[in-house]
């Protein structure tokens, strides 16, 4: 049988690699690793283009990690700590989600990709979770994860994929949901109360997590994916 084939959402930022140091389109590795490893093949999206153009020819679509959402997008002035907006990024992912959205096909947000979601459907973002909840456990250093338990909602799909819990996951994130959008339904929680993962009830399979399941031992959420596409 054929691998589904999953579009990731890539970054557009300056790297280093060999003896290179350009503008480069990139994903970390983690991402495709988990997606061949559940049995999908992955194809990179950079926010170039027409990305929800492609969006018929895939089997399943993933928006990754990344900067901060423009916080005009949902009728915010940005914070201090607003960081690394790209506002050509925002307008691609928009346009890919609403397309796959439309057309019912598997979708997983993954950090921004849930906040992108959110905010799609009408929500707004806390621009700095530790304001919030008074501590910095969600993303504790620059490029260091922190590890803090998540609890599945009973009886949503999340638990279905991963368990009651908790569950304790890789967190790199500064911002959170706010106002939850109207469609969708909280699936996890932190113990701080932060919103950790959302679903749209009424797509076949809309599931978003504010964690980085990319770098967990666990890869159940690519499996999901991979067995709705």
Known sequence: MSRPVIGITTYVEPAAFTVWELEVALLPSMYVEQVVRAGGQPVLLPPAGDPAAVVPRLDGL???GGGDIDPRRYGAEPHRRTGFVRDFRDG???AALAAALDRGLPYLGICRGLQVMNVALGGTLHQHLPDVVG???H???PGAFG???ITPVEGTRLAKVLGPGPVTVPHYHHQAVDRLAPELTVTATASDGT?????LDS???ALAVQWHPEAAADGALFDALVAAC
Do not use: T
């Open 139 to 141: 993303s504790p250093a």
């Open 92 to 94: 691609a992912e928009f």
């Open 62 to 64: 993933i928006l990754a």
């Open 195 to 199: 919103i950790e993962a959302v679903e």
């Open 135 to 137: 501590h910095q456990g």
């Open 203 to 205: 797509h076949p399979f």
């Open 147 to 149: 590890h803090l338990p």
